[in-house]
């Protein structure tokens, strides 16, 4: 699968790894930034992705910030984006499978690089579910 992956500041360490956990599983990276722990704007690197994603350049997204608020935010903003964010496994599934999400927001000050993991594999290896769910994720980008 291939996936894009940014981050800020906050999240630039857990990028990193998740980076090098994902490539060994297999999976196709691009990455948008940022590249240091030197401070930076969320958006700048969470509007790129999205694009990707809302294109078609990439199938889904992962997106990482200190509290994953702001670039989940940033993201939602792209009409062909459905972001959420996930503190836990669980989330992260249903996220995919009841709302079709096709990025993931991720917390890094409030997760281990072990729970980001888990996280994010639980949101790769779930699928849409469509039916009833379906109906609902059409009227979100109504307005």
Same mark, same amino acid.
């Given at each position: 699968? +291939?996936?894009?992956? !940014?981050?800020?500041?906050?999240? #630039?360490? %857990?990028?990193? +790894? *998740? +980076?090098?956990?994902?490539?060994? @599983?297999?999976?196709? *990276?691009?990455?948008?930034?940022?590249?240091?722990?030197?401070?930076?704007?969320?958006?700048? #690197? !969470?509007?790129?992705? !999205?694009?990707?994603?809302?294109?078609?350049?990439?199938?889904?997204?992962? @997106?990482?910030?200190?509290?994953?608020?702001?670039?989940? *935010?940033?993201?939602?903003?792209?009409?062909?984006?459905? !972001?959420?964010?996930?503190?836990?496994?669980?989330?992260?599934?249903?996220?995919?499978?009841?709302?079709?999400?096709?990025?993931?927001?991720?917390?890094?000050? #409030?997760?281990?690089?072990?729970?980001?993991?888990?996280?994010?594999?639980? #949101? %790769? +290896?779930?699928?849409?579910?469509?039916?009833?769910?379906?109906?609902?994720?059409?009227?979100?980008?109504?307005?």
């Amino acid at each position: 699968m +291939k996936l894009a992956i !940014a981050s800020d500041h906050a999240g #630039y360490d %857990l990028k990193e +790894k *998740m +980076k090098s956990h994902l490539s060994a @599983l297999g999976h196709e *990276m691009e990455d948008f930034g940022t590249n240091s722990t030197d401070s930076t704007d969320y958006p700048d #690197y !969470a509007h790129p992705l !999205a694009v990707s994603v809302e294109s078609g350049n990439n199938t889904l997204g992962i @997106l990482i910030c200190g509290s994953g608020n702001g670039v989940c *935010m940033t993201a939602n903003h792209h009409k062909g984006v459905r !972001a959420a964010l996930a503190w836990n496994a669980e989330v992260a599934e249903l996220a995919r499978q009841h709302n079709n999400a096709n990025v993931l927001c991720l917390p890094a000050r #409030y997760i281990s690089d072990d729970e980001a993991f888990a996280i994010t594999e639980a #949101y %790769l +290896k779930a699928a849409f579910e469509g039916g009833r769910h379906e109906r609902r994720v059409e009227k979100i980008h109504q307005a």
